[in-house]
């Protein structure tokens, strides 16, 4: 009879959740937001570059579009709402979007913005920013991802995890004399024990697909900074800006119709589309007849041409010349742009509100004309 009195053997612990559970949880809340008609559930994903924010993120995005969400996924602000925004790359954003605007006050407006086109909440992944955290940490839960190596060099801490994930509720006390990882650790608050080598995600045909989209977006936005800071060191943009600047109005108008484009459909792209190429269309304060005349005479050119394509953009042409709108503002770190030169297209650069953002931003004021001579050569 004795044995029945022995102690049971001691059980293993239960092992410590990890990213499966991790991404199950942040999608239940979710869920959750839209079952009861809110609040909604937003969330900042803080960690070092190469932590993994990328990897978790493109993992709820998928798994959100699984569960019915309809999710948008990418580096740039979506153009209508959605009910979940995943944003991969906060610092990215501002960089790309407004360039000379102070960063706490953008940061303060991304928030507002993403806050209202999000219908069941947002999540954003950032460097460890002091203007991040100070302007996202009253309204959005923390997810802070602290490496192996920074637990143990930083905090005295062994782990088998690749990443410890931690999640709180949001860091309601800061001290901007410290950077945002000292507070990582102490918390407490939910710990997910992240190992990239039994990350199930990575065989994920889906998966795959949207995280190498956005890293591809990414080393994109790479290149194109690459190109404004060489742009901005010389001061102008390279000899040969007309050429530089049919290459890129080309590459824009293949991009939207997912087809080579020749002269004709490039213009006509350009006209149809010119909040997505970073264009607006203006009436000159000065040398207004000249410009409209010029038109006039493109116009004429233009006339002589066949299809549908040059059916259309006359179409544009004309109501904008009704309009009296003969001049284009082609603005600075654009898609047609890379930089902010002094000059560019025989235009000084100058100051020009976005009629798209409403915002104030660098500009260059090109007689229409122009632009329809460089593409189509009439």
């Known amino acids: 009879m004795g044995r029945y009195f022995d102690p049971p053997e001691p059980r293993p612990p239960p092992p410590p959740p990890n990213a499966t559970d991790l991404i199950s949880y942040l999608t239940s809340r979710v869920k959750e937001a839209a079952d009861t008609g809110g609040p909604i559930f937003p969330l900042l994903v803080v960690g070092d570059q190469g932590v993994g ?17 309809d999710v948008w996924y990418d580096l740039d602000l979506p153009r209508g709402r959605y009910d979940y925004i995943v944003l991969d790359d906060l610092g990215a954003l501002v960089t790309a979007w407004e360039w000379q605007t102070a960063v706490g006050r953008l940061l303060k407006k991304v928030e507002i913005l993403i806050r209202n086109i999000g219908r069941w909440g947002y999540a954003v992944a950032a460097p460890r920013a002091m203007d991040v955290l100070k302007n996202f940490r009253e309204k959005a839960k923390h997810l802070m991802l602290v490496s192996r190596i920074e637990l143990k060099h930083e905090y005295g801490v062994e782990t088998s995890c690749d990443v410890v994930a931690v999640y709180v509720k949001h860091v309601t006390m800061f001290d901007a004399t410290f950077t945002a990882h000292t507070y990582v650790w102490p918390l407490r608050g939910r710990k997910y024990c992240i190992k990239w080598s039994e990350f199930p995600w990575y065989n994920d045909p889906e ?43 080309r590459r824009f108008a293949a991009e939207e119709l997912g ?26 304060r000065r040398r207004f007849e000249e410009q409209r005349e010029a038109l006039e005479r493109a116009l004429e050119k233009l006339s002589g041409l066949p299809g549908e394509d040059a059916a259309a953009a006359r179409a544009a042409l004309k109501r904008l010349l009704e309009e ?51 593409l189509t050569g009439c």
Do not use: C, M
């Not at 690459?226 to 943009?237: P, S």
């Not at 149809?272 to 190429?277: F, H, L, M, S, Y």
């Not at 898609?335 to 660098?362: D, I, K, S, W």
């Open 207 to 249: 998966w795959r697909e949207e995280y190498s989209r956005v890293q591809a977006k990414r080393e994109e936005l790479v290149r194109k900074w690459l190109e404004e800071l060489k742009a901005q060191l010389r001061g102008d943009i390279p000899r040969g800006d007309e050429a530089e600047f049919v290459e890129r109005a």
């Open 324 to 374: 009296g709108r003969v001049a284009a503002v082609v603005f600075a770190k654009g898609g047609l742009v890379p930089g902010a030169p002094r000059e560019f297209l025989g235009a000084q650069v100058g100051g020009y509100t976005n009629p798209y953002t409403r915002q104030r931003e660098h500009g260059y004021a090109v007689p229409l004309a122009r632009l329809v001579e460089l």
């Open 53 to 69: 924010k990328s990897r978790l993120l493109a993992a709820l995005a998928v798994e959100l579009r699984r569960a019915g969400f």
């Open 259 to 284: 087809t080579p484009a020749d002269g004709v459909k490039t213009l006509r792209a350009l006209l149809e589309n010119p909040q997505e190429a970073g264009l607006a269309f203006i009436k000159p």
